[in-house]
């Protein structure tokens, strides 16, 4: 069964940053659009960042310039760079497999706090 597995969230101070990063375990990586999502207490779940199979990204307006989508196909993994990070920025980050149909991962929490 294909698995998307989430890593590298954690606890981290305003300003910090982390990598997150996510295994697909499939077949045909590289034709997937990837995603990052995230989903804060009491809040509905939104769009991060995604990639296109031709490495075409996208972000959400308030994460521009702070965060960086990446994917290395040959290791069938998809990263989220995470910089200058703000306490809004809290919340279960879930990543995202879309090709044909979608798979989510388990999610990795962040928190962002002094």
């Known amino acids: 069964q294909v698995q998307v597995v989430e890593s590298g969230g954690g606890l981290v101070q305003p300003g910090g940053s982390l990598r997150l990063s996510c295994v697909y375990s499939g077949t045909v990586f590289s034709a997937h659009t990837m995603a990052w999502y995230r989903q804060a207490p009491g809040k509905q779940r939104e769009l991060v960042a995604d990639i296109s199979s031709g490495g075409r990204t996208n972000y959400l307006d308030s994460v521009k310039g702070r965060f960086t989508i990446s994917r290395d196909n040959a290791k069938n993994t998809v990263f989220l760079q995470m910089n200058s990070l703000k306490l809004e920025d809290t919340a279960v980050y879930y990543c995202?497999?879309?090709?044909?149909?979608?798979?989510w991962g388990q999610g990795t929490q962040v928190t962002v706090s002094s």
């Open positions: 995202h497999a879309r090709y044909r149909t979608y798979k």
